[in-house]
């Protein structure tokens, strides 16, 4: 899988420079490139170097999206304003321009929301793309399936010859595992969110929540078989609420199939969106 290695490597650095306002060295002759990624449970701000490598990057946590839509449109541009002007003072000029990204299949005004809250945290918007693809791009994948399991929902897309085929966004997902944690130690939703992404209680969570897991699986199966494109292709796994080490293992048992996680899966999205691939560059 060499094509994940050079991911992980940016995915390695990103994540060790993330909320720490650290910024790397880039070449001030060159733009950089900003992408913003509205999600349901964080917004994720992500500047590269016009190579693509990591500058700087931030998030904040936040609920002001939907199963992809804004649903509390204030505090979403107070949000990116906020992430745009620590950034715009870490890397030390200011950044006029950003991509972002909706789920497949978004159309009308629920996509151009995403464009506008970027414009009234002023800057242009320079493309609105999909999530699966913005992960594509990061992973160099033209076939095979990007599952990305977020905080709300489990999406599948299917990829042939670069382009989405297919696409499936089903209502599990980080959130429902939580849920089920707090149901199962009788605690608030905060606190089982705490305790699911405490490392230490790992294998015990993955029992409690692997149900859940399989779910997601059987939500691939189903949107695979669906799709009609049936290859030996892995499944890549991308999104926040992957972040369990048995969790690959899990879905290739269920499925079959081979199952490739790259590192902070999390960040896979909102750093392809800031290279925003298919757009040449000026
Ligand atoms: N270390 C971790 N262990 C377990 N779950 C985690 C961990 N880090 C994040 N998550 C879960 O991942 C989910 C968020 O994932 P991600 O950041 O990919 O979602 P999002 O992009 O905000 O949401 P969506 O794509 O659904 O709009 C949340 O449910 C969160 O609890
Ligand atoms: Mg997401």
């Known amino acids: 899988m060499q094509e994940v290695e050079s991911a992980n490597e940016v995915l390695e650095t990103f994540n060790q420079i993330v909320n720490t306002g650290k910024v790397l060295p880039f070449d001030k002759k060159n733009s950089l490139k900003v992408g913003i990624d509205l999600g349901t449970s964080s917004i994720v701000l ?39 002007a620590d950034a715009e003072e870490a890397v030390g000029r200011q950044l006029t321009v950003a991509s972002g ?29 999909d999530e699966p693809t913005a992960a594509a791009c990061l992973l160099k994948i033209n076939d095979g399936y990007v599952v990305d399991v977020g905080g709300g929902t489990t999406g599948i897309s299917v990829f042939e010859k670069g382009e989405i085929q297919h696409v499936l966004d089903e209502p599990t997902g980080g959130t429902h595992m939580t849920l089920v944690l707090a149901g199962y130690h009788n605690v608030s939703y905060e606190e089982a969110e705490q305790i699911k992404r405490d490392k230490k209680k790992e294998r015990e969570n993955f029992l409690v929540i692997q149900p859940v897991v399989e779910k997601m699986a059987e939500i691939t199966r189903k949107a695979i ?14 999104g926040g609420a992957s972040n369990f080490s048995d969790f ?31 757009k040449e560059a000026e």
């Open 46 to 84: 992500v500047v590269l170097d016009d190579e693509d490598n990591p500058v700087y990057g931030s998030f904040q946590y936040a609920n002001v999206i939907r199963d992809g839509l804004v649903v509390n449109y204030i505090q979403a541009v107070e949000i990116v304003r906020k992430l745009k």
């Open 101 to 129: 990204a909706v789920p497949p299949g978004t159309i009308g005004k629920n996509k151009s929301v995403v464009g506008n809250v970027i414009e009234s945290a002023e800057m242009e918007v320079d493309n609105i793309v």
């Open 225 to 238: 078989e669906n799709s009609g494109y049936i290859t030996d292709s892995p499944i890549y796994l991308v």
């Open 248 to 278: 690959t293992d899990t879905f290739s048992k269920y499925l079959n199939k081979a199952v490739v996680k790259p590192s902070f899966p999390q960040f896979v999205t909102p750093i392809g969106i800031a290279m925003n691939c298919g």
